[in-house]
């Protein structure tokens, strides 16, 4: 098993920039393929971007261009980069852990953080 704790969540204006972290627990991060979701209130959680085992990244049309997901396996953590932030975006970000399959549905993976709020005002 492997314990997810998102981090770096916060407020921030249209446009802005925030780095989201998730540290995983365990000596086997890298074989888990690791995603982020996001689920904004009333909606339902939907796919962000994953990350392979060997680091290819898959993004949604949503903010393909806008995020960069990266990977350190040194430190048991992956990252979300999020650029040119919109209000939008705003919900709560999931950190995810999966390690037979690399999906972009919520099913696809085993293990989930608690969500870290990300806020972007107009």
């Known amino acids: 098993q492997v314990q997810l704790q998102e981090s770096g969540g916060g407020l921030v204006q249209d446009g802005g920039s925030l780095r989201l972290s998730c540290a995983a627990s365990?000596?086997?991060?890298?074989?888990?393929?690791m995603g982020w979701f996001r689920q904004a209130p009333g909606k339902e959680r939907e796919f962000v971007a994953s990350?392979?085992?060997?680091?290819?990244?898959t993004y949604s049309s949503d903010v393909k261009g806008r995020f960069i997901i990266s990977r350190d396996n040194t430190k048991n953590t992956v990252y979300l980069q999020m650029n040119s932030l919109k209000p939008e975006d705003t919900a709560v970000y999931y950190c995810?852990?999966?390690?037979?399959?690399?999906?972009?549905?919520?099913?696809?993976?085993?293990?989930w953080g608690q969500g870290a709020q990300v806020t972007v005002s107009s």
């Open positions: 365990g000596r086997t991060f890298s074989s888990y393929v």
């Open positions: 995810a852990a999966d390690r037979r399959r690399l999906g972009v549905q919520s099913s696809d993976y085993d293990y």
């Open positions: 990350i392979s085992w060997g680091g290819t990244p």
